[in-house]
C-alpha cells in the first residue's frame, strides 16, 4: 500500500513539472516608443521581407498557393492579426503556427524562438500594434482581457 501511494506521488509530482501550463509573456505595449522602436529593428530585420515593410502582407494572402499555403498576411487594420490575443501571437511568432492551426494545416511561417528572444519577440508585436489604429487597438486589447491577458 505504501509503495503504491508513493507511485501515485511520485505521478503526481511528475505530472506538475510535466503539464503544459500557460507561458508568461513578457509585456507588449504600444505605447512604449523604447519597445517600439527596438520592435521596429527587429521586426525590419526579421518579418519585412514576408509580411512586409509597411505591414502589408503579400498580394492575394487569402487565395491558396498551388502548395496549398496561404501567403503571408497583413499585420495591418486589412488582417486578422488583432483578432487573436497577445498570447497567441507571441506564442505563433516563438513556437510556429503549428499548434495554433487546424491538424494538417501547413504554413511557412517559421518559429523564431531559435532565432530572437522573448523580449524582441514582444517588441515586434509592440510595433506591429503601434500601427494599428485606435479602434482596432481597444478591440484588440478588449480581446487580451476577456482572456484575461490584461
Aim: hydrophobic residues 40%.
Amino acid at each position: 500500500m505504501a509503495g503504491a501511494a508513493a507511485l501515485v506521488a511520485i505521478a503526481a509530482g511528475a505530472g506538475y513539472f510535466l503539464w503544459p501550463r500557460a507561458e508568461t509573456i513578457p509585456r507588449i505595449d504600444p505605447g512604449d516608443p523604447v519597445q517600439v522602436a527596438r520592435g521596429q529593428a527587429v521586426y525590419a530585420a526579421q518579418c519585412a521581407r514576408c509580411h512586409g515593410a509597411n505591414l502589408e502582407g503579400q498580394p492575394n494572402w487569402r487565395v491558396q498557393l498551388p502548395n496549398g499555403r496561404l501567403p503571408a498576411p497583413p499585420h495591418d487594420a486589412s488582417g486578422h492579426t488583432w483578432h487573436h490575443p497577445d498570447a497567441d501571437l507571441f506564442g505563433i511568432t516563438k513556437k510556429g503556427l503549428g499548434a495554433y492551426a487546424p491538424a494538417g494545416y501547413q504554413s511557412d511561417m517559421p518559429a523564431f524562438g531559435g532565432v530572437l528572444g522573448d523580449t524582441d519577440i514582444a517588441a515586434a508585436l509592440a510595433f506591429i500594434k503601434s500601427r494599428w489604429p485606435a479602434d482596432i487597438r481597444a478591440r484588440q486589447t478588449r480581446l487580451n482581457q476577456q482572456t484575461g491577458q490584461n
